[in-house]
T-cell receptor, first 112, second 112 residues
């Protein structure tokens, strides 16, 4: 059974810092991995999608990498801003079905 | 705005009530999903519909009844719920198995 974990569970940094969020998954048989952002009480906003054949994706200040063989992905946020404060979720899409398996999330606070 | 719309945004219901959650997308996506997000727990898949056919039921109690009348609409019918069913219910859609998922803003359900 696929399990997804995220480290750290919470992170508080001063504005301007570069930071890395980690995601690990136990079964490398995946279609893709997707990073989401969730503001309190809201839905999920897609940030980046990495296909299983890709190594990384970039969007603005965000860069996500994927090492499928080791079951790891990282989300790099450059020059963090208070507006980046949210919970960041990673999810893997299993080959066996259409399910997304989510990690528990990393709660990020960027202090002005 | 992701193109996936959920109504209502908030719902309070008694344990003997019957209510329905609605999800709508006009993105031309073939797959639609219901997820449950409880406090301090990862998102849990409830149901998957692919081309209007239910392809996954993740051992969800029968007090939750999904309906997919067409590829643009997905409902979750609720009856005789329990207080522990209080959660954020999220709908998602995707074009195909190896593509990006888009989530709605969710319905915050409180069972009293």
């Amino acid at each position: 059974k696929q399990e997804v974990t995220q480290i750290p569970a919470a992170l508080s940094v001063p504005e301007g810092e570069n930071l890395v969020l980690n995601c690990s998954f136990t079964d490398s048989a995946i279609y893709n991995l997707q990073w989401f952002r969730q503001d309190p009480g809201k839905g999920l906003t897609s940030l980046l999608l990495i296909q299983s054949s890709q190594r990384e994706q970039t969007s603005g200040r965000l860069n996500a990498s994927l090492d499928k063989s080791s079951g790891r992905s990282t989300l790099y946020i450059a020059a963090s801003q208070p507006g980046d404060s949210a919970t960041y979720l990673c999810a893997v899409r299993e080959l066996s079905g259409q399910n997304f398996v989510f990690g528990p999330g990393t709660r990020l606070s960027v202090l002005p | 705005e992701t193109g996936v719309t959920q109504t209502p945004r908030h719902l309070v219901m008694g344990m003997t009530n019957k209510k329905s959650l609605k999800c709508e997308q006009h993105l031309g996506h073939n797959a639609m999903y219901w997820y449950k997000q409880s406090a301090k727990k990862p998102l849990e898949l409830m149901f998957v519909y692919n081309f209007k056919e239910q392809t996954e039921n993740n051992s969800v109690p029968s007090r939750f009844s999904p309906e997919c009348p067409n590829s643009s609409h997905l409902f979750l019918h609720l009856h005789t719920l329990q207080p522990e069913d209080s959660a954020l219910y999220l709908c998602a859609s995707s074009p195909a198995r190896n593509t990006e998922a888009f989530f709605g803003q969710g319905t915050r359900l409180t069972v009293v």
